[in-house]
């Protein structure tokens, strides 16, 4: 077996890497790199003898090419996570194969190093893996993101996950929904919380200047760029870029993006070299980003791209439990101590409510009632909820939501005013809507009614 280590110092002081390579000198380059920087490596030229190195010893990362002559990386992929569930590991991948990256990061990969690999790049990579946190902090940011709902508790769960990896993140949701709050959790919560977040409105530059605010420009590049000016890429060095809005990008601008992206490089206007950028890209828009793809506004393999992972924010009408708790901490951050509250029909009434604007919408109302709301209970009326399409509304109230999530909308509205005509009493509730008691256990568990 070819297993070959690089002992220049005792091995138990240093971080230990298995790099997997079936090219002696990508894996003597490797080494070489990686005992600069005070790492030992341990070599293996297969699948095979990658799985006895693991079951031998502990790593602190992992680096795998994509093709190796007994498999595939994935292969490797899936063995780590499946058996090794704190190893990050990376693979190397071929020259163009953008699918491969892609595919290694769904699989759980952290990273992913194009060949030829650039020390530069390496280096980076290795050191935001090393840096990655040690088991499960505390989860006080987490906190931010108010609510108890078995969704809420997923994206929690999905925040945490993701945060140990560097794969870029699509974060869908409706407007208002938490989407900018998911991503500084992400960020604050990864190996780049110390380097900065650059959150960057898509939708609000000026079509000419984007380029240069996305990738900096050189003294005389234009009229007016009388110095080197960085640009949002360079900024978000060593951390994050938030591109919101993202369904907004020109598609001129679409094209530097995705070759930004897979080249981990980005060239200033005016400049004839390019330079490398250690960033992870997080976007986010309240459209339908699938459907401008189908429309020709948005490119297929940029999508692609981004959409690696896809964390979605449900909307506040999906998670009914989670308002009282959110109007407790909204009230809280509005008023400090000694709030105002809001009576059961206040709760109520905004349970019944869509939420369009969801959790900002909840803050706007909020603010109004208690800026308006005569003595510390705040009823109802004072939360002047704008009027719906209630139960029988018809379908063109439905605006650009899924049939599906219109039907669960109208069936919870249906059965909440049911709940509350009965005070609570179920079997009552089931015979008020013309349903069996259990065909109501069953509605109410389906769609999260606590
Ligand atoms: N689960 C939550 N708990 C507490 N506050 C929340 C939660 N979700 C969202 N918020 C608050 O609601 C407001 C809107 O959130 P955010 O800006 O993240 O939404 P967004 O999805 O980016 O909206 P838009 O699509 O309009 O840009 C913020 O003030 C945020 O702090
Ligand atoms: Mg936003």
Not at 118 to 125: H, I, S, V
Not at 306 to 328: C, F, G, K, Q, T
Not at 395 to 417: C, F, H, M
Request: proline content about 5%; glycine content about 8%.
């Amino acid at each position: 077996m070819s297993v070959t280590r690089s002992e220049r110092r005792p091995r138990s002081e240093l971080n230990r890497v298995l790099v997997i390579d079936d090219e002696a000198d990508i894996r003597e380059l490797i080494d070489l790199t990686l005992s600069r920087m005070g790492l030992a490596a341990e070599c293996a030229g297969s699948v095979a003898e990658a799985k006895a190195a693991l079951a031998a010893g502990s790593f602190q990362l992992c680096l795998t090419d994509m093709r190796l002559p007994d498999g595939e990386g994935l292969e490797i992929v899936r063995y780590i996570g499946e058996n090794h569930p704190r190893l990050p590991v990376a693979v190397i991948t071929a020259w163009g194969s953008a699918e491969n990256a892609v595919a290694a990061l769904k699989a759980g990969a952290f990273d992913y190093l194009a060949k030829p690999v650039g020390l530069e790049q390496l280096r980076a990579l290795v050191r935001s893996a090393l840096r990655l946190p040690e088991g499960v902090a505390e989860n006080d940011e987490l906190r931010a993101l108010t609510g108890e709902s078995p969704s809420m508790q997923q994206v929690r769960a999905m925040i945490e996950k993701l945060a140990r990896s560097q794969a870029p993140i699509y974060i869908s949701g409706e407007s208002g929904s938490g989407k900018e709050l998911a991503a500084r959790l992400i960020h604050a919560r990864s190996a780049r919380s110390a380097g900065p977040f650059v959150p960057v409105n898509c939708g609000a530059i000026p079509e000419n200047l984007m380029e240069s605010e996305f990738f900096g420009y050189r003294k005389g590049a234009f009229t007016g760029a009388d110095s080197d000016r960085d640009g949002f890429f360079q900024a978000a060095s060593g951390g994050t870029l938030f591109l919101d809005e993202v369904a907004d990008l020109p598609l001129a601008m679409q094209v530097k993006l995705l070759r930004a992206i897979q080249e981990k490089r980005v060239r200033k206007v005016g400049n004839v070299t390019e330079e490398p950028v250690d960033l992870r890209i997080i976007c986010a828009t309240h459209r339908n980003l699938r459907e401008r793809v189908e429309q020709g506004s948005f490119r297929q393999d940029l999508y692609y791209r981004l959409n690696v992972i896809e964390l979605r924010m449900p909307p506040l009408r999906e998670r009914l439990e989670d308002i009282a708790p959110l109007v407790d901490s909204l009230l809280g951050k509005l008023c400090g101590d000694g709030h105002p509250r809001l009576s059961p029909a206040a709760i109520k009434a905004l349970q019944l409510y869509s939420f369009p604007g969801n959790v900002r919408e909840l803050e706007n109302i909020l603010e109004r009632a208690t800026a308006l709301c005569a003595g510390d209970l705040v009823e109802p009326d004072d939360l002047h909820l704008e009027p719906e399409d209630g139960v029988g509304g018809d379908l063109q109230g439905r605006g650009s939501e899924t049939l599906d999530d219109y039907l669960n909308r109208l069936e919870r509205q249906a059965i909440l005013e049911a709940l509350q005509k009965t005070e609570g009493n179920r079997t009552a509730a089931a015979r008020l809507l013309g349903v069996t008691f259990r065909s109501l256990r069953y509605r109410l568990e389906r769609l999260g009614i606590e």
